[in-house]
């Protein structure tokens, strides 16, 4: 299950003990349709170990400006509240699951 991530729930999300996801997206980017199904797909390969929330920026401005969102898309992953690693612009499934295999572990 994909989480919907807002100005209202995004603190609560990010204090989960499990690892977290964020695809940060606008929906007038090419490149944030791109990694759409990657993100999909990422969240049905890791259920149960990893949560995935998709962040729209146009409408969650102060969800954006307080975790230092800077780029749509990107792909933020987080452990224990802490970013841990961020991938901006277009991204590679291989290159996320590298990243959720060492914080799932």
């Avoid at 490149?31 to 999909?40: E, G, H, K």
């Avoid at 149960?48 to 962040?55: F, P, Q, S, T």
Wanted: net charge neutral.
């Amino acid at each position: 299950m994909i989480i919907k991530l807002t100005d209202q729930n995004f603190r609560d999300e990010l204090a989960s003990s499990a690892p977290l996801l964020i695809d940060c997206w606008t929906p007038r980017s090419e490149a944030c349709r791109y990694n759409a199904p990657i993100v999909d797909e990422i969240s049905k390969l890791y259920e149960g170990k990893l949560r995935v929330a998709k962040l729209n920026a146009d409408e969650n401005p102060y969800a954006i400006g307080t975790l230092c969102i800077r780029v749509a898309p990107s792909v933020h992953l987080y452990a224990k509240g802490e970013k841990v690693k961020e991938f901006q612009g277009v991204v590679e499934k291989k290159d996320i699951a590298d990243e959720i295999i060492k914080v799932c572990q």
